[in-house]
């Protein structure tokens, strides 16, 4: 819930989103429909491309793809558009921090990557190519065909690539669970870690 409002407080400043959200914004404005739907079901859509990597869900991975879309859209329904700059870079900062505090949290959970994280790790599996070049690839394709369907691209795109790693690195230790003693279900950890915190 928390990423979906982070994610919302970056539509709303006007400088920029995180690289899939340039692309859902992008979708959107083509589509009609609102963000957190479009997001939502390309979370589905990547979900089934995990089918031929042979990466398989956890609760998270499931709990990404429902709840991340209805929260942005909640979040957009309630926070209207920041105007002057000094509330948009401020809206700007904090949902960057929002995003790298729920970001910690996720992945401290240890129930599974989200489907973007998933198919980037199930890509550097089925390739071999290291989880940097795999996911600079698909974030640069993104942020592109996002950019040319009308998303929204800016300092804030520029400040959460930097940013995000550092911050979700800072709230993961701050999040930290002890490991289980005994079985665990948890899908690809280590992989979803590299994966979301290598940006």
Known sequence: ????????????????????????????????LSMGVVLTLLGAAVLLLWIPLRQRPGLGTISNVLVIGAAMDA???????????????TMMVAGIV???????????????????????TGLNQRTGLSVRLVRTAVEITVVVTGFALGGTVGAGTLLYAVTIGPLAQVFLRVFAVPSASGGSTVVATGQSRRAILRR
């Open 75 to 89: 979040t957009l329904a309630f926070v209207p558009d920041a105007h002057g700059w000094t509330p948009r870079i």
């Open 98 to 120: 929002l995003n790298g505090a729920a970001t910690g949290l996720y992945i401290a959970a240890r129930f599974g990557p989200g489907p973007r994280d998933g198919l980037m």
């Open 1 to 32: 819930m928390l990423y979906g409002a982070s994610s919302a407080l970056l539509v709303r400043s006007g400088l920029g989103l995180e690289p899939w959200n340039v692309l859902h914004q992008g979708l959107a404005e083509r589509t009609g």
